[in-house]
């Protein structure tokens, strides 16, 4: 089985994006992130949106959450996609850096008004004891910027991955699945192998 026409496995990811939505998948670039509590050495996981940044991957959380804190000490992460209309999957393997203050805020700019005035409402690492109290909030920030930019908030951080190994994997006949790995070589390109079903 060869490897499909894939020599930069991150533009083979980007493309196979395109392709599962293309062929109806609604969400294409929701992923399960992994990331690691330093302190206790085990990993924790939840769904995330992924947004392309040209040719590499970023994406936003708030970084007084379980995993804005993780990726502060420990800045390694695994993601899967898993596309169940088109029955194909890439795992990726990584180190995340954040993005500057110029890429963050144009990539917030991009986010509907509704969701930059949650972002910046919400206290996602606390207990939701009173709605209430975030209504008011969220009504206050709207106030502020009645017609005007809505700011990014300090919390709310942009990471972008740098992919050290990544796995494509399609459903085959009879469990045979092929799949096949990208590996960061020394020289910086890519070593690439057919794995077993
Ligand atoms: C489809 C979907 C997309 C999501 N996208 C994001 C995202 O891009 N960033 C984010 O911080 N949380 C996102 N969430 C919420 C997270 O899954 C999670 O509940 C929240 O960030 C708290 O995570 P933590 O406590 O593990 O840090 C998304 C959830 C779903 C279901």
Same mark, same amino acid.
């Given at each position: 089985?060869? !490897?499909? %026409?894939?020599? $930069?496995?991150?533009?083979?990811?980007? &493309?196979?994006?395109?392709?599962?939505?293309?062929?109806?998948?609604?969400?294409?670039?929701?992923?399960? =992130?992994? !990331?690691? &509590?330093?302190?206790?050495?085990?990993?924790?996981?939840?769904?995330? #949106?992924?947004?392309? &940044? !040209? *040719? #590499?991957?970023?994406?936003?959380?708030?970084?007084?959450?379980?995993?804005?804190?993780?990726?502060?000490? +420990?800045?390694?992460?695994?993601?899967?996609?898993?596309? +169940? @209309?088109?029955?194909?999957?890439?795992?990726?393997?990584?180190?995340?850096?954040?993005? %500057?203050?110029? &890429?963050?805020?144009?990539?917030?700019?991009?986010?509907?008004? $509704? #969701?930059?005035? !949650?972002?910046?409402?919400?206290?996602?690492?606390?207990?939701? @004891? %009173?709605?209430?109290?975030?209504?008011?909030?969220?009504?206050?920030?709207?106030?502020?910027? %009645?017609?005007? +930019?809505?700011?990014?908030?300090?919390?709310?951080?942009?990471?972008?991955? =740098?992919?050290?190994?990544?796995?494509?994997?399609?459903?085959?006949?009879?469990?045979?699945?092929?799949?096949?790995?990208?590996?960061?070589?020394? *020289?910086?390109?890519?070593?690439? #192998?057919?794995?077993?079903?």
């Amino acid at each position: 089985m060869n !490897t499909p %026409d894939i020599v $930069d496995p991150v533009l083979g990811l980007i &493309d196979w994006i395109a392709a599962a939505r293309e062929r109806g998948e609604p969400d294409p670039q929701t992923a399960t =992130l992994a !990331t690691v &509590d330093p302190a206790f050495a085990r990993p924790s996981v939840r769904t995330i #949106s992924v947004q392309i &940044d !040209t *040719d #590499s991957l970023v994406f936003f959380v708030n970084a007084h959450t379980g995993k804005g804190q993780q990726l502060q000490w +420990h800045p390694y992460v695994a993601l899967c996609f898993f596309w +169940h @209309g088109v029955q194909q999957q890439i795992t990726v393997e990584g180190v995340v850096e954040a993005l %500057d203050a110029v &890429d963050a805020d144009r990539l917030w700019a991009q986010r509907s008004r $509704d #969701s930059q005035l !949650t972002a910046r409402s919400s206290q996602q690492q606390a207990v939701f @004891g %009173d709605p209430e109290a975030f209504r008011q909030r969220r009504e206050q920030e709207r106030h502020s910027y %009645d017609f005007e +930019h809505v700011p990014r908030p300090a919390h709310w951080v942009g990471y972008r991955l =740098l992919p050290t190994r990544l796995e494509f994997w399609a459903a085959g006949w009879h469990r045979q699945h092929p799949r096949w790995l990208f590996e960061r070589a020394p *020289d910086g390109g890519w070593q690439s #192998s057919v794995q077993e079903p």
